[in-house]
Structure formats: C-alpha cells, structure tokens
C-alpha cells in the first residue's frame, strides 16, 4: 500500500515562503506523476500542481508563477516550494499519484497570516 508522509508546513506571513516535502512509500516511484494538493477550511480538496515522470509541470492558475514542484527520485520525495504565499493559500495540503490515486496521508497545515 502506498503511503504519503507530508512535512514542513508552519505558520508564516504573506509575502514569504515555505518548502513542502512528500516522502512517498511506493516501488518505481520514479514512474509515477506526482501531485499537490490543498483543502481550505469548509471547501472541498483541491488540485494544486502536478509533475510527471519527465520533469514536465503543471499548475493550478491561482499558484502559478509562485508555487514549484519538483521531485527526488532518489529519494522518493516530492517537493514544493511556496513563494509570495497569499492568506488565500491557507490550507492541508497534500500529495497523492493524481492517475492512480492511493489512500491520503495526513497532509501538513499551511497558515498564511500577519
């Protein structure tokens, strides 16, 4: 069964940034896309970015040109780093195979907020 463990969520001021890591419990991990994604309180989960197996991306039109996702094949981590975080980002934010989706993880708060 495939497990995510998200980290390096935190509290942080708008303007600034945050680094978010994925480590992920799957065999050939290096084959999968991989994907973020956020819930905000009393709204539904939503699709942040993607990348796939190549190092192609994509993102969501409300993140794009702050957020970039990258990957550690490696080290079976997915990363994203979150620059000009707007109040609006605040969220659990998640990372699942977007085309063959498993059980989530815990995911890790994100809180924007001066």
């Known amino acids: 069964q495939v497990q995510f463990v998200e980290s390096g969520g935190g509290l942080v001021q708008p303007g600034g940034s945050l680094r978010l890591s994925c480590a992920v419990s799957?065999?050939?991990?290096?084959?999968?896309?991989m994907g973020w994604y956020r819930q905000a309180p009393g709204k539904q989960r939503e699709w942040v970015a993607t990348i796939f197996s190549g190092g192609t991306t994509n993102y969501a039109d409300s993140v794009k040109g702050r957020f970039t996702i990258s990957r550690d094949n490696a080290k079976n981590v997915v990363y994203l780093q979150m620059n000009s975080l707007k109040p609006e980002d605040t969220a659990v934010y998640y990372c699942?195979?977007?085309?063959?989706?498993?059980?989530w993880g815990q995911g890790t708060q994100v809180s924007v907020s001066s």
């Open positions: 799957v065999s050939s991990f290096s084959i999968y896309p």
């Open positions: 699942n195979r977007p085309n063959r989706p498993s059980s």
